[in-house]
């Protein structure tokens, strides 16, 4: 395929790993057995925000929490539409403090913050598609977030709202199995969706690059892409394969450290939508 991927200029804020550890377990990654090296993390977050900037982006930082451990993994913080910023509300008492946290940014940031009031991990499970459908979210249920948070989702930002149901427990996030990977395509691993839910991604997205299991436990599909260029985690490399045949360019980062808290480049990335 040669095509002519256009990029587009992004804002996202990310959180620094100061105070990143892995002292609690809430998702199959997660061993609290497992050592951290913390100053490494630390540097190989540098180096993805670096990159995100190197490609012209715009990178807010939050400035990270004692005691929030998770608080790296940004993306879960809120769900932004059109300056409209869905809030989150964590399903782990461990990360409940984080929401205010990122309450304060969009508050402070002039933006029209709205407070949750069901269950939902922001762009952990959200994703925003502008040119697909006139403008669609993908919801994901499951392990986090929970249903009835699609439909406030749904009503706070005015856009159709696609639930789409995870059932493998190491995908347990939608941004751990899809990603956007320009305003109107999406690549998923089918086999982390539910029969009925492959349907409707099928039905919605039938140009999509599909990654199959290996890719997705690469972390591969959690990547952030500005519409031509795709990072994704160095030991995603099938993935990169894909994504450059479907016509993107494949940017490698390293992030070893942060995968021991189950995540990757999109969990520490919220993107802001203004
Ligand atoms: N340890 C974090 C948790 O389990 C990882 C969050 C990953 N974030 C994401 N957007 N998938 O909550």
Same mark, same amino acid.
């Given at each position: 395929?040669?095509?002519?991927?256009?990029?587009?200029?992004?804002?996202?804020?990310?959180?620094?790993?100061?105070?990143?550890?892995?002292?609690?377990?809430?998702?199959?990654?997660?061993?609290?057995?497992?050592?951290?090296?913390?100053?490494?993390?630390?540097?190989?977050?540098?180096?993805?925000?670096?990159?995100?900037?190197?490609?012209?982006?715009?990178?807010?930082?939050?400035? *990270?929490?004692?005691?929030?451990?998770?608080?790296?993994?940004?993306?879960?913080?809120?769900?932004?539409?059109?300056?409209?910023?869905?809030?989150?509300?964590?399903?782990?008492?461990?990360?409940?403090?984080?929401?205010?946290?990122?309450?304060?940014?969009?508050?402070?940031?002039?933006?029209?913050?709205?407070? *949750?009031?069901?269950?939902?991990?922001?762009?952990?499970?959200?994703?925003?598609?502008?040119?697909?459908?006139?403008?669609?979210?993908?919801?994901?249920?499951? $392990?986090?977030?929970?249903?009835?948070?699609?439909?406030?989702?749904?009503?706070?930002?005015?856009?159709?709202?696609?639930?789409?149901?995870?059932?493998?427990?190491? $995908?347990?996030?939608?941004?751990?199995?899809?990603?956007?990977?320009?305003?109107?395509?999406?690549?998923?691993?089918?086999?982390?969706?539910?029969?009925?839910?492959?349907?409707?991604?099928?039905?919605?997205?039938?140009?999509?690059?599909?990654?199959?299991?290996?890719?997705?436990?690469? $972390?591969?599909?959690?990547?952030?892409?500005?519409?031509?260029?795709?990072?994704?985690?160095?030991?995603?490399?099938?993935?990169?394969?894909?994504?450059?045949?479907?016509?993107?360019?494949?940017?490698?980062?390293?992030?070893?450290?942060?995968?021991?808290?189950?995540?990757?480049?999109?969990?520490?990335?919220?993107?802001?939508?203004?």
């Amino acid at each position: 395929m040669s095509q002519h991927r256009i990029p587009r200029n992004r804002t996202y804020l990310m959180c620094p790993p100061e105070h990143y550890e892995v002292a609690y377990a809430i998702n199959p990654w997660m061993d609290t057995a497992t050592p951290v090296d913390a100053e490494l993390a630390v540097k190989q977050w540098e180096r993805l925000r670096e990159t995100l900037t190197g490609l012209g982006h715009k990178v807010h930082v939050l400035a *990270p929490e004692p005691h929030l451990p998770d608080m790296v993994y940004a993306a879960n913080g809120a769900f932004t539409v059109d300056g409209v910023a869905y809030g989150a509300r964590f399903k782990y008492a461990q990360r409940t403090a984080e929401a205010a946290a990122h309450r304060a940014f969009y508050e402070a940031g002039g933006w029209d913050f709205r407070a *949750p009031t069901q269950t939902n991990e922001g762009e952990g499970d959200f994703a925003y598609l502008p040119r697909a459908h006139g403008g669609l979210i993908l919801a994901g249920y499951g $392990f986090r977030t929970e249903p009835a948070a699609h439909a406030e989702a749904q009503d706070v930002l005015g856009r159709p709202t696609v639930s789409l149901r995870l059932v493998d427990p190491r $995908f347990y996030h939608l941004d751990t199995a899809l990603a956007a990977l320009d305003d109107g395509n999406v690549t998923y691993y089918p086999g982390a969706f539910s029969v009925a839910s492959q349907r409707v991604l099928r039905q919605l997205f039938p140009h999509a690059v599909l990654a199959d299991e290996a890719d997705a436990y690469a $972390f591969g599909l959690n990547l952030v892409s500005d519409g031509r260029n795709v990072v994704l985690n160095s030991e995603a490399t099938g993935m990169a394969r894909k994504v450059e045949a479907a016509g993107y360019t494949a940017v490698l980062v390293e992030l070893s450290e942060l995968k021991k808290g189950g995540g990757s480049v999109k969990c520490c990335v919220a993107e802001l939508r203004p």
